[in-house]
């Protein structure tokens, strides 16, 4: 009983998760439980595995061993049914926007909801119109893609991942590929809705921010999740060394 | 050198004739070409979607009409086909063959675009839960449209140019009127150089005409020339 109550206490589990491309370890073995309303930051060196994860929970990299579950109950991901259920109830924000070229900004967020979850158009559109004013885009909404700049693009795709209501936001790196003025408007965005209680994973160099927002961070390299706590104990008075050398790298840039 | 003199007025009077003559080179084209774009979706789809199999018999069809020239494919057509029963008027010929070989351009052609569809929004596709007919209908196509708009644009306008050749068949079109008021009058000069003004007309009018299309579907830059 008492397992079944810590599990359905958290929003997502992570249990021993690994992932491989072809030979290539990837992922070892990962354990991380996220709770409702929490903002989870995932550190660490290029290369590490952090896209991963995200890819991992989302359905578009096969996991090799381990299990997710969401609201206690395992995702099997090689059904169908279950697999929609996860992207029914989370969002992932790619580094690199991946818009439908083909569509103005208004349409990128309005597409899923009509048309693969048959929802009202009009209505619809109105939430869509005050998304996108709610991450500062009102005059640029008629615009295609290749017509924004790159942080005006980012936040449609922040607005296309919210227009499906999600439970959990996954974020990739979403700041790296922004010029430094475009940042911070991103940030306010994230901001607001770890501060309106989304569950959130976010993967993110930015330090100050990863500070603010995260109540945990989880350090990782070579697929591992070395180590995991509050931001202040991993930036203050990290454990391991690995952490450590990372952290005074970030920090003297 | 040149002490000839041009006596236009002696074409003027079949200057309609000509005209006519454009009017059937724009159709064999855009007949020929709406088959061949058949044609060219079809083996594309099939090569990039289709079964394995497939493959091999397609890449035939294109390397043989890309490999021979489209007057010999004609010439076959109108000349070998009767000997095994089968007659084709010399319209039907030219028809025919610019379409077959126009199938085997375009199936180049969208072959290559269709390997252009871009994974990274293929996968926001199934994040927000596209069924696959869906990231068929609201990503792939549209996409694969408009990067395949320019190049079979072009190629639209060298079969307007290809369709005299048709002329050689018999085919009033406006080589085959050029070819006939030529031997009637033997203004050579005066008629060539009011076809090539005619030929550039259609082909200028094509150009925009596709240009205007192109922006207004796929917010391609027009470029005429
Ligand atoms: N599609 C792929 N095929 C093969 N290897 C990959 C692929 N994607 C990522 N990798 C490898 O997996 C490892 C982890 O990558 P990733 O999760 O993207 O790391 P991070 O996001 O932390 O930079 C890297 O060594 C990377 O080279
Ligand atoms: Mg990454």
């Given amino acids: 009983m008492v397992i079944i109550w810590r599990s359905a206490l958290h929003h997502l589990v992570i249990k021993d998760l690994s992932a491989h491309y072809g030979t290539v370890q990837v992922l070892d073995s990962i354990n991380l439980e996220i709770a409702r309303g929490e903002v989870v930051g995932l550190m660490g060196p290029s290369g590490s595995g952090k896209s991963s994860i995200l890819r991992v929970l989302t359905g578009l990299t096969p996991l090799s061993a381990g299990s997710v579950s969401l609201n206690g109950e395992v995702i099997n991901y090689s059904s169908a049914e279950s697999v929609r259920n996860m992207r029914e109830r989370s969002a992932i924000v790619f580094q690199q926007y991946n818009l439908f070229q083909n569509m103005t900004a208004l349409e990128n967020v309005t597409i899923a909801p009509v048309k693969i979850r048959n929802r009202d158009p009009e209505e619809v559109e109105a939430e869509a119109r005050a998304l996108l004013s709610k991450v500062g885009l009102t005059d640029q909404i008629s615009r295609y893609p290749d017509q924004l700049s790159g942080g005006q693009q980012q936040r449609v795709a922040i607005a296309r991942a919210l227009a499906l209501k999600p439970e959990i936001l996954l974020l990739d790196e979403i700041t790296a590929a922004l010029d430094p003025e475009l940042v911070s408007d991103v940030l306010d965005t994230i901001r607001a809705l770890a501060s309106e209680g989304m569950t959130m994973i976010i993967v993110s160099h930015e330090m100050g921010f990863m500070r603010e927002v995260s109540h945990r961070i989880a350090f990782m390299a070579q697929g591992n999740i070395i180590e995991c706590g509050k931001a202040e104990q991993i930036f203050n008075s990290p454990r391991e060394a690995r952490t450590r050398e990372f952290v005074s790298k970030i920090l003297k840039h | ?225």
């Avoid at chain 2, 007025?9 to 079949?14: A, L, S």
């Fill in chain 2, 1 to 225: 050198m040149l002490d000839y003199t041009f006596q236009y007025g002696q074409i003027w009077p079949y200057l309609p004739r000509l005209i006519d003559g454009a009017y059937l080179a724009l159709e064999i084209a855009f007949l020929s070409f709406c088959g061949g774009l058949l044609i060219g979706t079809a083996n594309a789809s099939l090569l990039s979607f289709g079964p394995q199999w497939i493959a091999k018999p397609i890449q035939a069809f294109v390397v043989f009409f890309t490999n021979t020239p489209q007057l010999v494919q004609i010439y076959f057509l109108y000349f070998a086909l009767p000997d095994a029963g089968i007659l084709l008027s010399s319209y039907a010929a030219v028809l025919i063959g610019m379409t077959l070989n126009a199938g085997a351009y375009l199936t180049e052609i969208q072959r290559a675009g269709f390997s252009t569809r871009r994974q990274s929004e293929m996968e926001a596709a199934i994040v927000l839960g596209f069924s696959r007919w869906q990231q068929i209908r609201y990503v792939i196509l549209p996409h694969i449209a408009r990067v395949l708009f320019p190049p079979l644009s072009n190629h639209f306008i060298i079969m307007t140019l290809g369709t005299s050749m048709a002329a050689i068949f018999g085919v009033e079109e406006l080589t085959g009127q050029a070819l006939n008021i030529n031997s009637i009058t033997f203004r050579s000069l005066e008629i060539f150089s009011v076809v090539a003004a005619l030929y550039i007309a259609i082909t200028l009018l094509a150009s925009l005409a596709l240009g205007l299309l192109g922006s207004l579907l796929f917010r391609t830059k027009l470029r005429v020339i």
